[in-house]
């Protein structure tokens, strides 16, 4: 059984950091996507960065040069720097990830972590 923990999140004034983490246990035998996506209320969820197994990385408009992706192989993690947060950014954000744990791969995804910008 493959489970993925978040950890991080919280209140912070516009213009403030934080960083998410999310961490995989169970079987795993390898990782391929690992992404970071957001649902504000009302609205659907949208990815918001992504990093493949390659390292290559990806991010919405709204948050590219402000958050940064980092994914590190050996400890089944992956992290989300969010700098010069917005009350836009204000979400549930939720990890993601496709392990492979057999022959197949299949999605797994976080239990979600609240992110709240306001003064």
């Known amino acids: 059984q493959v489970q993925l923990v978040e950890s991080g999140g919280g209140l912070v004034q516009p213009g403030g950091s934080l960083r998410l983490s999310c961490a995989a246990s169970?079987?795993?035998?390898?990782?391929?996507?690992m992404d970071w996506y957001r649902q504000a209320p009302g609205k659907q969820r949208e990815l918001v960065a992504a990093t493949a197994s390659s390292g290559i990385t990806n991010y919405a408009d709204s948050v590219k040069g402000r958050f940064t992706i980092s994914r590190d192989e050996a400890r089944k993690t992956v992290s989300l720097q969010m700098n010069s947060l917005k009350p836009e950014d204000t979400a549930v954000y939720y990890c993601?990830?496709?392990?492979?744990?057999?022959?197949?791969?299949?999605?797994?995804w976080g239990q979600g972590t609240q992110v709240t910008v306001s003064s």
């Open positions: 169970g079987r795993i035998f390898s990782i391929n996507d």
């Open positions: 993601h990830m496709n392990i492979r744990s057999g022959v197949y791969s299949a999605n797994y």
